[in-house]
């Protein structure tokens, strides 16, 4: 949603705020990945970066209020970060020294207010995202740092994303950044064979990402349109620079093929529309083609290299299967069930057998789909994943146990941060008194 410009003093709004300091909020959120990974280029260390960011920020809580919310949100963060950087070295010729790179770059950099370009933006957000996971990093401790440094998600997010607690994520993060301080690991994007090494950890980085702006773990409103975008970005970027990896592909096919729907996943009032119910007029058909396009490709290249296709190749299949059928009735679910099948037995995970419940189900019935959760369910691996009881309780109400299927259904309200998934879930309980 585009910030309001606004000039003069401004007024309280209904939340007893004023409409400047929730500007300053939703810049905050939106703009500080870019932000601090466009420092980092600058500074070349993140936790700096992140200091000079916060200057802004408080720059803008400040002056907002004041002289009213500038047109251009971000680029005034950005300018504000680099003269606080600049005016810093100028006075602390030890700070200076103990960063020399950072006085050189800074001073010689061009700071009229001219707002980056997007590709500018895009250069430091990948270099971002490979900095964040150089091998020296375990693979959770990459995930967790990048997500929060490009996505800007909450180490809560991160938490839910990953079904951790919150505090192991912010320990993850914290010796990250002390880990990429102590070995100087360089900003910047590999090449060679150091690039294909990290490619795993960033693919799943940007593949999460999606997924949170895809089905938001908190707030009101189901879909962060802007976290969509930040991943469909950062996954075309990757096939621009690893254009003969079918993975890079597939993952780029999976997330234009979502990518799709967005429009159609909430109504007028901000609540979820799941996808028997959406209308499919709605799906973006560039989307829908351009997805078409990367799983061509994706799988033309797993030819050519003699292998099966990857993750995110088969799960961009199955949004393709979707995507292929006109209404709901068209779907294959035969293939779809078919394609979870051969991604459970390649790359097992409960959440890949809870998905694989859903589609057996729509071609065994109801009957089968809860076997398949109940067994996933005995392992207690989706405990407190809410997606699971909320499966389980509409098998229960197809399956006439209406009392069993309320009882799953509130559970799976309960363990949900989102507000839309909420009401739908409790209007699902509801009827079943």
């Known amino acids: 949603m585009p910030l309001p410009e606004v000039s003069g003093r401004s007024h309280a709004g209904g939340d007893g705020r004023s409409p400047a300091a929730r500007a300053v909020e939703a810049a905050w959120r939106i703009e500080w990945p870019k932000l601090v990974a466009g420092l980092t280029r600058m500074v070349g260390d993140i936790a700096t970066a992140e200091e000079f960011a916060q200057d802004a920020h408080l720059a803008a809580l400040e002056q907002w209020p004041r002289d009213g919310i500038p047109p251009n949100p971000g680029g005034w963060l950005m300018l504000t970060a680099k003269h606080r950087a600049i005016d810093r070295i100028r006075r602390d010729a030890t ?26 933006i895009e250069d430091d957000l990948l270099r971002m995202v490979f900095t964040a996971c150089h091998p020296v990093l375990p693979q959770p401790a990459r995930v967790a740092l990048t997500l929060r440094m490009i996505g800007g998600l909450t180490t809560d997010e991160i938490a839910r994303a990953y079904l951790v607690s919150e505090t192991t994520v912010a320990q993850r993060i914290v010796r990250a950044k002390r880990t990429i301080a102590k070995k100087k690991v360089p900003y910047d994007v590999p090449s060679g064979p150091q690039l294909a090494d990290r490619l795993e950890s960033v693919l799943e980085v940007i593949y999460l990402i999606f997924n949170e702006g895809y089905a938001a773990t908190s707030g009101k409103n189901w879909v962060r349109a802007e976290l969509c975008d930040d991943a469909l970005r950062l996954a075309r970027i990757l096939t621009g620079l690893m254009p003969q990896e079918p993975e890079a592909f597939g993952l ?29 007029s709605r799906w973006d058909q560039l989307s829908i083609r351009r997805g078409f396009a990367a799983l061509g490709r994706a ?12 993750r995110y190749a088969l799960q961009g299949a199955i949004a393709a299967a979707h995507a292929m059928a006109a209404t709901p009735e068209d779907t294959d679910w035969r293939r779809v069930a078919g394609l979870y099948a051969v991604l459970a037995d390649r790359f097992p995970s409960p959440i ?18 809860l076997d398949l959760v109940d067994a996933v369910a005995t392992t207690g691996a989706l405990d407190s994943y809410h997606l699971l009881h909320a499966v389980r309780a509409h098998f229960l109400s197809r399956l006439d146990r209406p ?11 309960a363990l949900t941060a989102n507000t839309a998934e909420q009401t739908l879930l409790r209007d699902r309980a509801a009827p079943l008194d």
């Open 95 to 120: 700070f200076a020294r103990k960063l020399p790179m950072l006085g050189h770059d800074l001073l010689t950099e061009q700071t009229a207010e001219q707002p980056n370009t997007a590709d500018d």
């Open 252 to 280: 780029a096919a999976l997330l234009e093929l979502q990518a799709s729907r967005t429009h159609a996943r909430s109504d007028a009032t901000t609540q979820l529309v799941l996808l028997p119910d959406q209308d499919r």
């Open 299 to 310: 799988h033309t290249l797993a030819l050519r290299r003699g292998v099966p296709p990857g």
């Open 352 to 369: 890949v057998e809870l998905n694989r419940a859903v589609a057996v189900a729509m071609v065994h019935g109801p009957a089968a789909g």
């Open 403 to 413: 009392t069993e299927a309320r009882a799953a259904y509130l559970r799976a309200a």
